[in-house]
């Protein structure tokens, strides 16, 4: 018999991010018992990274937006796939969800009349993006957290899930482990929220931090809940690439939305050389307009380093592969050149790029006010994820629910800057809402005490096998899964080589069974990383099959062997269910039609 503590909540929330946070809110404001659980200590969590801002159609910088043009700016960036009812949600309800917080208090930049400042970014046609400097992550999750410890909810920090129970077809609770310990603790609850981020540790090029290893969408599979679109990963155009310890850091492109501008090693401006037919009346016919707009000329159009970034990352791609790239491999992005144009433009910079100039300043020797950075593309979110209702949140599994990363829909085949902190917010609040809802209908449902058992047996098997056993160490089998995806299932994808990529997934499956572990329970990371292994083959399997199963390109999805995009990929998502035999269904299900007043919208904005 597994030795575990048992913990009941009616709403159980696993992880303590911006949608997990504003889920637990939520959940407890309708009055519910609330655990919200997280895998690293409560403040850690990946919104905290988030830097450019977070997309509201506030319209304080711009009077012509409003929510119906961030849909149909949503729409386009996801390239017609999205959940159109999710960015109908989304673009209504995200300026209520930013005043909200500010009534929290949280602090923004301000205009000159003392209005929340927004600022631009790729694919949002007005500047959009509410923001405090290049920190914004930090400000919401402080925020956020100041107002849900005032609310009663139960923190298990440090505590990470690893298994969601089921009973009569509806969930019932789930299995963690302390991290500090290394004790299991079963929690039993009537309505689960997952809010677990994204998966990038799947890849080795990655903005990434080491939480995140797609625990909640395998998870929600593995519980019998449908994924969603699992081939749509977005590459984010700019990540540091040198020196090598910090390859995949994240450079924001709130640098490109101050006026970045992306050259190759010739100097040349290459992003005015191929503008995607969309997006052409939008887009800057010269340098000169591109300018004007980034200092908010509301006669001039957006330079074409503000398009979308699944674009964006394959002309810097084509950049490097044609022998023009920078000495590291990558294109140079410059903010220093503003100095021609601003005459305090290092005191600029520095006021709004502060992480940025840091960063370089830190960990690469550069200061940006002077000189270029060298970017190259990194992975950096999941547009796929647990198929989900777009009102309610709620999975094809009743009483499991998912918000933020983890859930998919919103973004389509690509995902706009700032508009996963405004999804945070948004679906958060639903999510836990309707949870709440859930729990409050429906009682406790058993868990089979064989199971538990079970899991927790499989959970310390790597300790038994031992390294003297002929077992292998996780990390090798975790860093061959991280090569194998970036260089077989990367921006660039073709069948054979995605083939190639599942026979590897499942020998590294079998290598992933026989990983041992030494030493004891108590904060062993060799441990932990083992037990991650699972996960990220499970998502590295979904988006291999999907990403086969898409035969064309369309957002952060493309395919060598299939370049263009067919108008008939727009109509259908692709679900992935786990069938009987365990192995891993996929379906083409059908994207129901838009209403009549959507569709206008789309057309009037195009
Ligand atoms: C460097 C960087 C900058 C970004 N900048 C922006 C930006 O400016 N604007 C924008 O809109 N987006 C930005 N993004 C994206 C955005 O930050 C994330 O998509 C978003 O924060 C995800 O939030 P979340 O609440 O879904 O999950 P996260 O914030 O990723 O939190 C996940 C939580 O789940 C927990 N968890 C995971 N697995 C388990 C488990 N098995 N058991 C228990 N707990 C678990 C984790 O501990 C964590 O608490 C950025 C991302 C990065 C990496």
Known sequence: MADYQTVDHDVLVIGAGGAGLRAAIAASGAGVSVGLVCKSLLGKAHTVMAEGGVAAA????????????HFADTMRGGQYVNNWRMAELHAREAPDRVRELEAWGALFDRT??????????????????????????????????????????????????????????????????DRERG????????????ATGGIGRAYSITSNSWEYTGDGQALAYEAG????????????????????????????????????????????????????????????????????????????????????????????????????????????????????????????IIRKLPSMYHQFKQLADIDITTTPMEVGPTTHYIMGGIRVDGDTQSSTLPGLFA?????????????LGGNSLSDLLVFGKRAGEFAAAFARENGLAEIDPEQVDETARAALAPFERGPGNDGQGPYQVQQDLQTMMQDLVGIVRTEAEMKRALEEISRLRERARSVAVAGNREYNPGWHTALDLGNLLTVSEAIARAAIERK?????????????????????????RKGPDGQMRLAREPIREMPAELKKIVEEQK
């Open 225 to 348: 809940a449908a994924l969603q679109d699992m081939e749509f990963v977005q590459f984010h155009p700019t990540g540091m690439i040198w020196p090598p310890s910090v390859r995949g850091i994240l450079v924001t492109e709130g640098v490109r939305g101050e006026g970045g501008i992306l050259v190759n090693r010739h100097g040349r401006r290459f992003m005015f050389d191929e503008i995607p037919e969309n997006y052409r009346s939008q887009t800057a016919d010269s340098e000169e307009e591109g300018w004007r707009y980034t200092q908010g000329d509301k006669s001039a159009r957006r330079p074409p380093e503000l398009l979308t970034r699944d674009h964006v990352a394959r002309c810097i791609l084509r950049e490097v592969r044609e022998g023009r790239g920078s000495p590291h491999g990558g294109v140079l992005l410059d903010i220093s050149w503003i100095k021609q144009r601003l005459p305090d433009a290092r005191k600029h």
């Open 58 to 69: 506030l319209g304080n910088v711009d009077n012509r937006d409003g929510w119906q043009v």
């Open 552 to 576: 064309e390109s369309r957002g952060g999805h493309f395919r060598e062997d299939y370049p263009e995009k067919d108008p008939a990929g727009a109509t259908f998502n692709i679900v992935i």
């Open 403 to 415: 918000a933020g990363e983890c859930a998919a829909g919103l973004h389509g085949a690509n995902r």
């Open 183 to 194: 004790r299991f603790r079963l929690f039993r609850a009537k309505a689960v929220v997952l």
């Open 112 to 177: 000159a009349d003392g209005r929340i400042l927004q600022r631009n970014f790729g694919g949002h046609k007005y500047p959009r993006l509410a923001h405090v400097g290049d920190r914004t992550g930090l400000e919401m999750i402080r925020t956020l957290q100041d107002h849900s410890i005032h609310q009663g909810i139960d923190v298990h920090m440090e505590c990470t899930l690893l298994r969601l129970f089921t009973d009569s077809g509806r969930v019932a609770g789930a299995l963690a482990y």
